[in-house]
């Protein structure tokens, strides 16, 4: 993220805010980078090697949390008997990256749209004949 443009891009985010005297989109706040750059963007700390190297600690720690967080969810899921698929965009993804239009349909159709609508069909049938996977209970999974 930090090589890809990440650090330029909340540069400009910051300069606007600045102007303005505040932070703009609050909603943002928990995107990650967002919190951990500003100090290297307007705090005592600003544009300094130490708070830029304290930034991508604390990205690389958040970014760990949050995928450990994400796993656990999942394995609860799958603990409570919920049958889940697995859809992966990378290749519709690298496709578009290189401008590769037709290839992205083609992985897109392959790869996330056709397997996504084949489960969706798959729980529906399910949920008519009266499956014991479809509820849910929020508090076993958020705990």
Do not use: C
């Amino acid at each position: 993220m930090v090589a890809g443009g990440m650090v330029e891009e909340l540069g400009r985010y910051f300069e606007a805010d600045e102007e303005a005297g505040k932070l703009r989109h609050q909603g943002l706040a928990k995107a990650i980078g967002l919190a951990e750059f500003q100090e290297y963007f307007l705090g005592e700390g600003r544009g300094t090697a130490p708070a830029y190297e304290a930034a991508v600690v604390a990205i690389k720690a958040n970014t760990r949390r949050l995928a450990e967080e994400q796993v656990w969810k999942i394995e609860r899921l799958e603990q409570m008997g919920w049958p889940l698929r697995r859809l992966d965009a990378t290749a519709v993804v690298a496709a578009r990256l290189a401008r590769e239009a037709a290839e992205a349909e083609a992985a897109w159709e392959r790869d996330v749209a056709g397997p996504g609508a084949a489960a969706v069909e798959q729980f529906l049938k399910e949920k008519s004949e009266g499956h014991p996977h479809h509820h849910i209970v929020p508090s076993l999974i958020y705990n």
